[in-house]
């Protein structure tokens, strides 16, 4: 057996995966008597603008959704509990948790990924930001960072209040504070958060 | 996660019903909350009825000036709502005191009212928990309770309601509607909805089984200067060591509601009669049958010091 030190971060993640995959199968098969079988039921989601018609186990996640059956891997499990802010898609324009919502309930729903944002031979505003301004590290957070991050620009623009705002009445304005606590759902455990503040507040301004 | 069947009902009597006819069956609003407890096993719906399709999203006037505003708005529609920001600074102050912004997006406001309790010893199922577990003990009492009740507690249980955005509706006397599985509507105050732990923790609200929350209703605006002032352990994302809602008008009189600190949102009206005395006097009521343990009785004091920043101007609306 491998000892702490010479698991790799990537054989840790697999690793913890397969565990799950493990202890979910178990689950199933130490149900009770009198517990309900797994349930299927279809759904349709449109997906960075192209339709998929899913048969899905009520239990899946739209972050499981996403991941395991659309193979659309650049959403993020982090905490898989709403905390870290890993997960963050764009579901009929608005940021959600996508591992705290049930695919089921999201039929006909229009969600934008961090595939649907931009690709390598052109970047989504936000993600060149993220780039110039050096706004991650190892990366895992980032697709939920930049999802989380297109759409608060969005909220400003709505004039959503904030918990920073002197006085909620008036439109918030795209400052430094503004995208701190705004963003404040994304954990990044590298600590990078001042330089995607930045690239953020660089998106803001071009727009402006 | 437990299996579970799953429906979309299209009306609230047709949910109400749903839920009151199949054991072990629950509603799904926005599902924040009750996900994050059936992939821990904590909540194990059989079946859920999921309430999206209701058309219980809209903030109305109502005949007596007040707002009406629908179970499915999402906590950021009525934090941004322009009339809830004018008359009921309160709220939406206490709302974007909480959660994170994809929380807000997905959370609505009747499950907001349902949140459970963020009792660390209610989260692990491994630890005796009356409210998880009716009958198995408490292991707050006695353990880590920093952040856990300082009054209105029971010897069975010292677990806080968690929320901001209900502090702000006691403040307020707001008023929950609802209907039952057989049709019937009935106006619970929302000084009544929540319950003190007592003999029955797990039993977090007054709502019969089955019985679904349409609407939340505001009186009319109070006027006055509208404050929440949430300290807490982060700047952002993190639920309330104490909060403090209140209405204060120019002449010193006014009204105020603490957060984290009860199995409710707690307000003690006779303690609003000393607001023109000082966050002092007015915490010396409120808090006068405290019972805090040695690890959280610096709540009291906090209190105490969060009513005298709101009073002294703090975060306004």
Request: aromatic share 4%; glycine share 8%; charged share 20%.
């Amino acid at each position: 057996m491998m000892s702490e030190m010479e698991m790799s971060r990537r054989g840790v993640l697999a690793g913890s995966a397969a565990t799950a995959a493990l202890v979910a199968a178990s689950h199933v098969e130490a149900q009770p008597a009198k517990a309900v079988p797994p349930a299927k039921m279809p759904v349709s989601l449109t997906v960075n603008g192209k339709r998929h018609d899913l048969t899905l186990d009520t239990r899946t996640t739209l972050l499981d959704a996403l991941r395991e059956h659309l193979q659309l891997t650049g959403t993020k499990k982090g905490c898989d509990h709403g905390q870290c802010g890993a997960c963050t898609v764009i579901v009929n324009g608005k940021r959600i948790n996508s591992c705290l919502t049930l695919a089921v309930q999201h039929q006909g729903d229009a969600v934008t990924t961090i595939e649907g944002l931009g690709t390598p031979d052109k970047l989504h505003p936000m993600q060149a930001a993220f780039v110039r301004h050096d706004g991650y590290q190892c990366g895992y957070c980032t697709p939920g960072q930049i999802c989380s991050a297109v759409a608060v620009l969005d909220e400003i623009r709505l004039g959503v209040p904030s918990h920073v705002q002197a006085d909620v009445s008036q439109r918030p304005q795209p400052t430094n504070i503004e995208m701190r606590e705004r963003m404040s759902g994304n954990i990044c455990r590298c600590g990078a958060y001042s330089n995607i503040a930045e690239a953020m507040a660089e998106v803001a301004g071009a727009k402006a | 996660m437990k299996p579970f069947t799953y429906e979309r009902a299209k009306t609230p009597a047709e949910a109400a019903a749903a839920v009151a006819r199949q054991p072990g069956a629950k509603f799904l609003a926005g599902g924040t909350n009750l996900l994050d407890l059936m992939k821990l096993e904590i909540e194990t719906p059989r079946h859920l009825v999921d309430v999206q399709d209701l058309k219980l999203d809209s903030i109305e006037p109502t005949s007596e000036g007040g707002l009406r505003i629908g179970a499915l708005v999402t906590n950021t529609a009525l934090a941004a709502d322009m009339r809830v920001r004018r008359d009921y600074g309160v709220l939406t102050r206490a709302i974007v005191a909480g959660a994170s912004g994809q929380l807000r997006n997905k959370a609505t406001t009747a499950g907001n009212l349902l949140q459970r309790t963020r009792c660390p010893y209610f989260y692990d199922p491994n630890m005796p928990c009356n409210k998880r577990k009716p009958g198995s003990g408490c292991a707050a009492i006695g353990g880590y309770s920093r952040q856990l009740a300082v009054i209105g507690s029971s010897d069975k249980c010292i677990a806080t309601y968690p929320g901001d955005m209900a502090v702000a509706m006691r403040v307020l006397d707001a008023t929950v509607e609802t209907v039952k599985a057989d049709g019937k509507t009935r106006a619970i105050p929302i000084a009544d909805f929540h319950r003190l732990p007592g003999d029955t923790p797990h039993l977090d609200h007054s709502l019969e089984a089955g019985e679904l929350i349409t609407a939340v209703t505001l009186p009319r605006p109070l006027g006055g200067t509208h404050h929440y002032e949430k300290v807490r352990d982060r700047a952002s994302y993190a639920f309330a060591l104490v909060s403090v809602a209140a209405v204060i008008q120019k002449d010193g009189t006014g009204r105020t509601a603490f957060g984290g600190v009860a199995h409710k949102p707690w307000r003690v009206e006779a303690a609003d009669d000393a607001m023109p005395q000082g966050a002092a006097a007015v915490t010396a009521r409120a808090f006068a049958d405290a019972r805090p343990t040695d690890a959280n009785a610096f709540k009291l004091q906090l209190a105490t010091r969060a009513l005298a920043a709101t009073i002294a101007g703090g975060r306004s609306a």
